[in-house]
C-alpha cells in the first residue's frame, strides 16, 4: 500500500471543470480489478486530494465515477508519491451524462443571425413533424418556442435538428461552396437521431455520384436500414433507389440517404441525415466506460462531442442539471 497525491482536475467538453456532489475515485492493479476507493466532491475548482492505501504498482488503473458526467477509465503511473495520467496529460474530459441534463432553448427571437437559414427553411416546411408521433406543421416562432424540456420526443427532436444544422450549415460536399443544409428543400422530421427531408434530383445525383467516386473524407454506407425511416412519413410510399454516404471522424460522421418514392400521389425525392446513430463516436473521442444504451443515440451525447472536436459558437441552446443536489463543496466525502 502507498499513500498517493493527486490533482483531482475534471473537466466539462467546454474545459470548465466540472461541479458535481459525488466523485468517487477508483484506483486497481491490473492483477486485482476491484482495487480502492475514495469519495470526493467538485465544485468548478481543480482539488488536490490524498489517496491513503493505494495499490502499490505502476501503472494502476484509474476509474472515476460522478453524478452527472460519464464513468471515465484510464492508466496512470505513479511517480514520486503521486498519481500522474498518461499521455501527457494533466486534466480529465468528461461528457455529460445524458439522463442527467435537461434542454435549455434559445428562444427564436434571440438565435443569432447564423440561424436565418434554419428560420427561413422551418417556415418553409408547413408539414414539419417534430418528434416521430406529432402531427406535421410549421414549426414557426409560437410553435418553436412553445418546446418543453420536459417534453422528451419534442425536446430530443429539437436538440437533434440544431445538432445537426450545426453542421450541415457549415459542411459543404467536396469542391463545393454551397453547404448540405442549403441544399435542402421543405423539412418532413426531426427525431432524437435524424432529419428527413424533400429535395431536388440534384441532391440525389450529388449522394450517388460521392457514393461512386469515394472522395476524401466520403465513404459508401449501407442503405437499406433507413427505408422504415422514408415509410415513416404520412403519405410516402414506394421507396427506391436508395443510395447513402458517410462522412468520416473530421466531418461529424454525417450519413447522407437519399431515396426516391412518391408522396402524396408526387414523384419525390428524399434524403434522412443522420449522424454516428449507433453511438461508437463518443466512445471513441473520450476514454470512457460505456454503459448499454436503449432508445438510440441521445443528442446530449452527439452535442457533447460536436462540442469538444467542433469549434461551435452557439448551438442554439444550453444544458441545464436535471437534479440539483444543493450547494457543492470542494470537500472529502466520508469513505
Known sequence: MADLSFLLD?????????????????????????????RFALAGAAMPVRLNDAPAGSPLLLRITTTRYQDVGMFANVRNGALELLKGRSVITAPRRAEEWLSDFVKWADLPESFVPLKVTLRASPAFQLGGASNGAQLDEVAYDAVRSDDEPAALAKMSLLNL?????????PRARKTWFARL???????????????DDDFFDLVSTLNKSRPDGYNPAGASLHRKNFSAIP????VRDMCSVKTDDRKANLQFTVARARRNGQPACLVDIDMDEHGELIGHTFDLFRHKRTGGTNPIDIHEILRHRFDVADFGYGLAVK???GAVTSRVLPG
Open 165 to 173: 444544422y450545426s453542421r450541415l450549415s457549415i459542411e459543404a460536399p
Open 235 to 238: 403519405g410516402v410510399e414506394a
Open 185 to 199: 428543400g421543405s423539412l418532413l422530421m426531426a427525431t432524437r437521431e435524424r432529419v428527413i427531408a424533400e429535395v
Open 10 to 38: 475534471i473537466r466539462t467538453v467546454e474545459g470548465e471543470v466540472i461541479t458535481d456532489p459525488l466523485v468517487t475515485i477508483r484506483l486497481a492493479r491490473t492483477d486485482e480489478p476491484d482495487g480502492r476507493l475514495w
Open 323 to 325: 437534479h440539483p443536489i
